[in-house]
């Protein structure tokens, strides 16, 4: 399931991030890649442990708590602090898979990637190229969009980035471990969840169908659910 997450960030706070990060030291972003990536991937990353990245992930962390799309699409266990990449002219990562399992070095703390989400910080027409180019049961779909705007992607899925010949591409990365292991219940859910928060809209929280809806869901949560 591909999701697209529109305004994320305001594009005024996706800009305004970007701004206050790209004059921060960059380094090679191999520096989180697993041995499959490593020899695909051209492109610098925003040092985890600096100041910068960690007043970016601050600004993100506190959007992804706040949106409900999100919330519903990927019922989060556990999200890997927020990444940021910048790939220039010339740059880009190959197709590759996400490692099965993070190791976040300053905690030590270990996720099952489920889901990995590119947040975009750049406007399509300031570069060429850059496209997110994810692959699955549902063909091969490319990503672009405009800077706030996110897409949430399955972290078991072939993707990658295609080489920018313009401009440049500065976004932010994650993966997280979802409460439903399973990307079919999960999707499920999803799908359901949106159908009751669509009938509350028109006929109130109190209607009988809506709770009995609502009620399934949470049995449903009780039985997939891996807390």
């Not at 960059?26 to 925003?46: E, H, I």
Request: charged share 20%; aromatic share 8%; with cysteine.
């Amino acid at each position: 399931m591909l999701i697209q997450i529109p305004d994320m960030l305001s594009r005024e706070t996706a800009l305004a991030l970007r701004a206050r990060i790209i004059d921060a030291e960059w380094v090679d972003g191999n520096a989180t890649s697993g041995p499959g990536s490593a020899m695909k991937k051209f492109n610098r990353q925003l040092p985890e442990e600096s100041p910068a990245a960690q007043a970016a992930q601050q600004v993100v962390a506190q959007a992804l708590g706040g949106n409900a799309l999100f919330l519903s699409a990927a019922l989060p266990h556990t999200i890997f602090p927020p990444l940021f990449n910048r790939y220039g002219e010339g740059e880009t990562f190959g197709t590759h898979v996400d490692n099965a399992v993070r190791i976040h070095g300053g905690s030590g703390t270990r996720i099952r990637t489920d889901l990995s989400a590119t947040l975009f910080l750049t406007d399509p027409e300031d570069y060429d190229g850059g496209e997110l180019t994810i692959e699955g049961p549902f063909g091969q779909v490319s990503y672009k969009l405009p800077a706030g705007h996110m897409v949430l992607y399955p972290s078991s899925s072939l993707h990658r980035v295609t080489p920018v010949t313009r401009g440049e591409r500065i976004s932010c990365f994650f993966w997280m471990q979802s409460l439903v292991a399973s990307a079919e219940a999960r999707g499920m859910l999803f799908e359901l969840d949106q159908s009751i928060q669509a009938l509350t809209v028109r006929h109130g929280s109190t209607d009988a169908e809506v709770l009995r809806l609502t009620n399934v869901y949470h049995n449903l949560m009780r039985r997939w659910t891996q807390a």
